[in-house]
Nanobody, 128 residues
């Protein structure tokens, strides 16, 4: 049973930084985790869940336009952990942030409906 657990959320002022982590467990060996497309998504109150960034098995990354140049997704396959570095934060970044994994070795995508495993979410609040 794969489990994803996020940490690192909290409060920051506009222009500040946070680093989110997502620890994955249940994968049999790091080679399984490394082969999976992973992503960060967020959901603000009253809004739909949206993709923030994804990273594939080759380390290729994609970002949503609102976070390009400010957020960085990365992964450490040796410890089955996904990261999201959030810099130059804005109040509109306030949301619950979720990490997610695709099922099997499917290609990366930005549609949250294509992701199978989800963490419980971590709150990020940015004040002006």
């Amino acid at each position: 049973q794969v489990q994803l657990v996020e940490s690192g959320g909290g409060s920051a002022q506009a222009g500040g930084s946070l680093r989110l982590s997502c620890a994955a467990s249940g994968y049999i060996g790091s080679s399984i985790f490394s082969s999976r497309c992973m992503g960060w998504f967020r959901q603000a109150p009253g809004k739909e869940r949206e993709a923030v960034a994804t990273i594939d098995s080759g380390g290729n990354t994609r970002y949503a336009d609102p976070v390009k140049g400010r957020f960085t997704i990365s992964r450490d396959n040796a410890i089955n952990t996904l990261y999201l570095q959030l810099n130059s934060l804005k109040p509109e970044d306030t949301a619950v942030y979720y990490c997610a994994a695709r099922y099997r070795q499917y290609s990366c995508a930005s549609d949250p409906n294509l992701f199978y495993y989800w963490g419980q979410g971590t709150q990020v609040t940015v004040s002006s």
